[in-house]
């Protein structure tokens, strides 16, 4: 018989390299027609010819649910064995793939070559790699437990590999004859080859499932010892296979617990005394042998013994690898730190007090969280393992930096997950506190600046992955502050902040929290190292709106100058500036006011070349032509309007609008821009001393219109006197203020004549209202005016023409302004009230109080508060007349229970209104009238119970 | 279900109507409010008359002031409601009930007396009537005298 023991361990040295080669998925040199039977799946399945597959368990009538289990495990092959590595979660599901397969598998097939090739597939793209881990780590149930199925498939795939090819060999020696013998004897060999291998890579692979269990399980020990006993057999030189056999001999005493022996064959490997092991350990197999020595000494409680060994393997492994070999030297380093570590643990275990453990412990972090810094690659594992020894509910507070890194790290694989897979939002959120606590924890010992970049920049993204949007936006932003050493962190951080803030955006634009957002990452977008200059239009209109105008230019020149916006950006630029100088409270210097004022000259010619030329391109849609029509327009205005109110040249204002109307008849808003113009040319013919000029302008304007054409525009200038006048107030200029309310007596007074001679009935009737109107804007004329005898003259003028609105005629006149069904009784409140402030600011307080009293008491003008969509705003009438009542009343009554009253009033609206008593308009009146007659009074809080 | 607020009810003339004032009756005020939202403004009262007011023709002597009322206004905001009355802005009748009360107490202590003090509730067009209730009870709950309705705003 060939089946002698010797040939057995002869023919082993070419099963090892059977092995090998079944390992690779490159297709065999042969034809396929000269396979037989189910050696061609093997051949399919290495060339990866997966529709001739298909066809051949469909020839071979295979039930269904058997073809899809082969099929299975054929495309989980390809994925462990492909060219490119798959990822760690493509290698997980192709082994639960197989393991979930392989019995409907093993009962379709009967190739032994086929099933030792997925056993050896199995072994090298899975279990190596975990039972590598259990060696260098040490047990972790939860790797245990996941690597066992997959252990047990492969020892199942080995006992049917060995099945199979004896009982194939054995067939063919029952064949052969002497006629015969040539023609057979290969294939013979071939089989008998094949049972060999199986049954020494299954006792081999026997201390992968040995692994699997815990120490003091007697499955470990059982399969342990049943392998020590079958591989003893190739523990010697004839087989070619002693020294890996010797040392996963030494590996098996250790899994079975018997330190001394597993310390005696390792040791034999480490010295090779006389030569005895051949072929000679290489120096892979010599630093396993002292490795686990380590590792034996201090599973035998050796601590001691296990420190001084492992400093010997140092100094072997610095003398024994070549200084060149510098990837088996890291290697030797990475692993011997593990172990170092390792080590400590367990002195930590062993160690009598708490303050030792907790030292020596310590002390294993601190040389994990150095492995890590210098082995980025073994993250992973790393985490994993200080993941599986994390004490369960530990507050996040209290755990290491390496332990905190670990949490973000498992957090940051649960967010890769992709859409359809479960997420782990538990996982998520513990590594979100994780990172936070790195953060807080910058420049303490074992964390590292780049280990706090990170973790920043993953609270981030976690929250995000979270669905928490703008808190991951302002965490990026946060991130993005610390201005960042790591540029392709910041650069991924910014485009995710701005990614997100579109998203935002898109959900809601007027979110407050969108909005601020929005606010906060453009400068940081457009500014070093990220220069997205073309959001720079957007911010500069935004600081624009935002009243913050000297910002706004410095962003409208950052427009890149290929941008389609860049005439627009001209042109706000040029606004901007003219707007800081409106806005001026005396801060500028004449020399830069200079200099702003020929930035304004150099933009409007620059305007006014390229949005002409714009208005003008054929190739420019109609509509943009109009737009570019309308900044030219807008354009001419700022000229003027800077010509009138900062360079004093009210001249070259009337030029610049000269014939403005007709220039830009149709241009759109033309309507709104004739009366902006209108205004600048009132006011410079006014600036000019030209009143007959400023009247004749407008009259000669209003005989081209017709009555309502007329009205409007005498109703938007007004408007726009209106709003250049709060403006003035709001900014403390006097003059200005002066100016406008002359402006605006002069219309009002030519607005009542043209409406009273106008032949239009529909003009005609408002003439009341702007009789009104006229008395209000001589009462202001009276009011603003700074010379104390030509004030009080005006202000009679004003009182006059008030009372006069109060005769007969006039009466009716306003009672035909009434909307049918209102209340008709009494004259018409407002110039009540005018009458009676008008007496108020000649200090006639006798005469003011009972009007003021009257019309308060009538409810005539009003409540305090007008309801509206924005809240309820404040009504300046009644504001008016109960404040000029009160000091009326103060100045009128000398006596405390006489005035006692009116500080009761006045205390009551401070209660109910709060310190802005009034609004704007009149809460520093009120606050002067205070503290003259209660100035001891406070408010307090309505939320106090 | 008796709601808490007959006690804080004082009348100052009339029928004394404390037993009839419960629940069934504030609704009953609230439908009658239901055909008013939306019409010619005026106050529908409620516990009490409103004073009367408007320009008599004796001239008010120096040092008089107007009684000024106090107003809530209502708002809906989401299933709620917002009472907003000078500086008060309160959702919930707690607040309400507690700002009221603290604003009533430094009126008194400021010298305006609670019988001189009008309360109007004026209601938003599309208010739920039990808000309305939650306000009215804040009003009375907070020791106002004098609480009434005005017609919806919009």
Known sequence: MINAPQMRLSILALATTAIATLAQTAPTTRGLDALDDDALISELTNRELTPLLDRYLEVRNLPADQRAAVRAVVDAMHTLSAATPPTNKQRIDAVVAINANIDATIAALHDPRFFLQIATVLIRGSIERDANTLEYWGPSAALQLSLRPTAETVLKLLDKTDEEASRQRDAIAAQIVPGNQEALTPRYTKYDTLATTAEYTRNMAAYYAALTYDPAAPERRQLAQTAIENLDQFDNPDSQVQPAVRLRLGKLHLVEGDYPAAQKLLASIANNPDGEIKPAPDLSQQFDARYFTVVAEMLDNHLDDAAQQLGTLRDWSNTAIAAENTTARNGAAAATSILEYRLLMARSDAAGNAADKQALRDQARTLLTQLVAARPELRTTIYAQVLATLPPDMAIEKLDPIMLAALVREGDQERLKGPDEKLNTAVLERALAAARELVKRRGQPNVSDELVDSAFLLEGFLLDRLDRHSEAATTLLDYLSTKPANLTNAKLAMDTTLALVDQLRKINRFDETTSALYQRVLPIAIGPPFNRHELAYEYARQLQQQGRYLDAVSYFRQVPADDPRVISAHFYEMLAIKQQLDNDHGTLTGTLRGEMVADIHKLVDDVTAQATAASKNPSVPGEQQAAYRELVAKTVLVAADTALHHESQPRRTLELLKNFDTRFANAPGQADRVADALLLRVSAHMDLNQTTEATSDLVSLLSTRSGGQGAGIIYTLLQKLDSDFNAAKRNGNGERLRSLAAARAALSGYLVDWAARNPDPDIRKFTYRYRVFDAGAHRLVAQLETDAAAGRTDMQTALERYQALLSPDNHKEYLETLVPGTDQAGDDPLVLLGVASCNFDLEKYAEAQPELAQLLDGRKLGPAQIPSSDGPTNNDPYWEATYELLFSNAALIKTPDGLAPTEALLKRLYIEFGPDLGGPKWSSKFEALRKQIIPDFKIRSLNQK | ?154
Not at chain 2, 38 to 55: D, I, R, V
Not at chain 2, 102 to 111: I, L, T, Y
Not at chain 2, 131 to 149: C, D, G, R
């Open chain 2, 1 to 154: 279900m008796k709601l808490n607020i007959a006690r804080n009810v004082h009348y100052e003339s009339g029928p004394n109507m404390t037993p009839l004032v419960d629940i069934v009756m504030v609704i009953l005020i609230f439908l009658m409010l239901a055909g008013s939202f939306g019409g010619a403004e005026h106050f529908l009262t409620s516990n009490l008359p409103l004073a009367q007011k408007g320009l008599s023709n004796a001239p008010p002597p120096p040092g008089w002031v107007p009684d000024e009322p106090l107003e809530i206004r209502v708002d809906p905001v989401g299933d709620g409601f917002r009472a907003t009355a000078g500086v008060i802005r309160a959702s919930d009748a707690a607040t309400l009930t507690l700002q009221l009360e603290n604003m009533r107490d430094q009126f008194n202590h400021a010298g305006t007396a609670t019988n001189k003090i009008q309360v109007i509730i004026i209601p938003a067009k599309n208010v739920q009537y039990d808000h309305l209730i939650k306000v009215y009870e804040s009003a009375l709950n907070a020791k106002f005298e004098k609480v009434a309705f005005a017609t919806a705003h919009d």
